[in-house]
């Protein structure tokens, strides 16, 4: 969440800023109401407290001479009830201010481009160089992948319903070399976590994908836990209310999970194969960061996202979304896409970006700085490897006229083969 001063600071530059993101003033100055109704009841609160001190300072009977059954003064008396009431009263307004700001989308970035829809975003890079597919005229993966018998979509559909895949045989084995070789790429370089799968509604709550997108999660109601729709979410959570001491800072995490999405779209044009699915194997890269270290640290993070990419030889481009579509949590965010011959479209395969203190903020993440003052940490995070996509665009690219498919060379070592017949 932002953070709420500035509201009380500047409301019109927010506002400002927000607009971008096409979020209305409405809740931002609902939100600046109940902080002055807040700052008055704090300022009441500790007005009653000095002149109960005050009272319990004077040793004198009080104003009636009497006193009650517990030894305390009926103006005593009151004056506990009053402080009680305006307590009450005060966490009420903060729960209010809680849920304000937890509706209100990150500040964008100051050098995002700005616009409304895909029409604004800004295609930084396209790949000069990349593998040509060798059939003339490219199928899509899902009639490859089944005279392969790679990919079985209606086995999948009666397990489990529409937007879900059953892999078999090196289509599985195509799916665990993907996240091997993006493991085995940024070892060393980030500490690999093993997390779980099923989060708290907290979690959730501290990475921005609750509670505006409720909608879009999968929730395990007796047991009030939710299935992660990226490592991130348990990533960031393991690092809640962590004080980084000063100069530990930046630090690198990795990921492997499966990630679980509802959000799959309409039936029909773009929801076909695995174009969206709701489950898929996923490696995220987590950075937590200082302020001051965004930039280097953000170009770093692309670079690392893109370079699997670019290792597949697949045809590829960066697009940095403009405010108007990027997600509530986002300062500034870069979509990886890939073009998919046999679909003939650019899918997205990554998005790259940071949230500035938007998470940390929720999540308690601080580190102490160069004067030994605790500040609130930056976060970002970027796709290592989504595999539905990628291996899609492995099966169109690579695809023969014999109807075999080669495979990317640097996945050889971990399929044992050279092609998937």
Known sequence: MIDYKLILKDKESVKRELAKKNFGEGKIDALESVLIEMRARKAEINELYRDKRARESERRLGEAGARTARGRTPAMELLRERIAAA??????????AQALLFE????????????TDESADVVLFEAPYYQECESGNPAPHWDVAEK???????????????GFG????KGAKLIRALVNYCLSLHEGKYLELLPPHLVTTEALTMTGHLPKFVSDQYKC????????PTAEVPMTAAFADTVFQKGSLPKYCMGYTLA?????????????????????HKVELLKIVEPSMVQPELDDLLEDCVKIIRDLKLRYRIVEQCTGRMGDKYSRCFDIEVYSPGVKKWLEVASVGHFSDYQARRAGIKYIDEKGKKRTAFTMNGSGIATARVWLSIIETYQRADGS???PEVLTPFMGCDSIY
């Open 166 to 169: 059953l892999f078999k045989g």
């Open 148 to 162: 392969l018998g790679i990919l079985d979509a209606s086995c999948a559909g009666r397990i489990s319903g529409r």
């Open 405 to 407: 498919v080669k495979v």
């Open 87 to 96: 307590e009450r009263e005060l966490k009420q307004l903060e729960i209010s």
């Open 104 to 115: 209100i989308p990150n500040l964008p970035d100051t050098v995002a481009p700005i616009g």
């Open 260 to 280: 679980f999405r509802r959000e799959i779209g309409a039936t029909g044009r773009g929801t076909r194969g695995l174009q969206r699915v709701h489950e898929f």
């Open 221 to 228: 109601e007796k047991d009030d836990l939710w299935l992660i």
